[in-house]
């Protein structure tokens, strides 16, 4: 399984992806109007766990998500900014599913 962490914006995405199997980690910035983005989750083995930080117009995101098969967690919807990033993302999802 991968853990994904992804600081969302409207026009990309800042993405940490970390593979439980292998324990590497790479990150990428995705461009959202291109469907960069969208063919990189479409290639993402499901289910992924996906950590959300979202800002702006992140409906059709999150619903792509879900229709991929890919588990969506921490999702802040419409709110600003923080000083949070994908990695500090990928880990609250990571969090989310200790006992």
Known sequence: ???????????????????????????????????????????????????VEACGNSQWFLELLERLGHQVRGTRRGMRRTSRDS???AKDAHEGTRP
């Open 1 to 51: 399984m991968k853990i994904v962490g992804c600081d969302f914006h409207p026009r990309w995405q800042q993405v940490a992806v970390f593979d439980l199997e292998t324990g590497e980690i790479s990150e990428w910035k995705l461009s959202n109007g291109d469907g960069e983005a969208e063919r990189f989750y479409r290639e993402l083995e499901a289910p992924a766990l996906v950590g």
């Open 87 to 89: 990695h500090s993302c």
